[in-house]
């Protein structure tokens, strides 16, 4: 009889520990892992950093600072997204989406210019803008609108202004559209006079007049279609647009987006 309740609660002892292994119960799980096996998935954000105070680098630093980064690290902290930055031509951001060499747009990309929309999924308005006319200090140009045939205009290539100014070359409006990669070039083919304008976003010509006021100033009123700039992803994925979504009307609703304009003097338009 004694051997008999032996085998019963040995019988007892391993059913209770094969319920509790199945279950999974008591054990302390290691912390969650991705699906490739790898710790948290590295988002890379593409953009090109001379479009201060949206994006750009300072006296040779690596780091690119700007509106963009703050909100970006805001929302990947709100929804638990690990960021890098990767830097390329304005141009090859939606290739790069395309091909999978990004995971996220953040460029001041007007998500309603061309046929962007067809390439990319863009994400909720982040800031709108138009487009300004930057001359020299000395000019007495007055507008978009006063150019003259053999005038020469710069703009960075890929954009709207870009665009534009090709555009205006192809219909005679001015001798040649300068565009160039950087918009730091531009400004120095502004500076240098090998160029009579840049067309660039207002809030990124007002940065470079608050600092360059002495040698170059606007001409005229905003002109173009508003603009709204907003990040993207590659086309179908709407899981990781949603959370990008999500982490934007968080930063509205708690005041942190309004303070991060504030940091880099932006004002909503
Ligand atoms: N907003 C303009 C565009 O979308 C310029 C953007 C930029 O140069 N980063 O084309």
């Given at each position: 009889m004694k051997n008999f309740k032996k085998y019963l609660a040995l019988i007892l002892g391993a059913a209770m520990i094969f319920a509790l292994?199945?279950?999974?119960?008591?054990?302390s799980e290691e912390p969650a892992e991705t699906e490739s096996g790898g710790d948290a998935e590295v988002l890379k954000v593409v953009t090109e950093p001379t479009f201060a105070p949206f994006e750009f680098t300072e006296d040779g630093n690596e780091e690119i600072v700007g509106f963009d980064p703050d909100m970006m690290a805001a929302i990947a902290e709100d929804q638990g997204l690990t960021?890098?930055?990767?830097?390329?031509e304005f141009d090859s951001l939606i290739p790069a989406l395309q091909s999978d060499q990004g995971d996220i747009i953040c460029a001041g990309m007007n998500k309603l210019a061309?046929?962007?929309a067809d390439k990319v999924d863009f994400g909720e308005t982040y800031f709108t803008s138009n487009l300004m006319l930057l001359v020299s200090s000395d000019s007495?140009?007055?507008g978009i609108d006063a150019v003259t045939?053999?005038?020469k205009l710069a703009s960075q290539i890929g954009t709207t202004g870009g665009d534009m100014v090709q555009a205006m070359q192809e219909e005679g409006k001015i001798a040649e559209g300068v565009v160039l990669n950087q918009w730091t070039d531009c400004y120095l083919q502004l500076k240098n006079g090998e160029v009579q304008g840049v067309i660039v976003d207002k809030p990124v010509?007002?940065?470079?007049?608050?600092?360059?006021?002495d040698i170059a100033k606007f001409a005229g009123e905003g002109f173009g279609d508003t603009e709204e700039f907003a990040f993207a992803v590659k086309k179908g994925n709407t899981e990781l647009l949603d959370k990008l979504n999500t982490g934007l009307a968080n930063l509205k609703a708690n005041g942190k987006y309004d303070e991060l304009l504030t940091k880099w003097k932006l004002s909503a338009e």
């Open positions: 292994a199945a279950c999974g119960g008591g054990s960021l890098e930055w990767v830097t390329m061309g046929d962007r007495d140009l007055s045939p053999d005038m010509g007002t940065e470079y007049l608050s600092e360059h006021s």
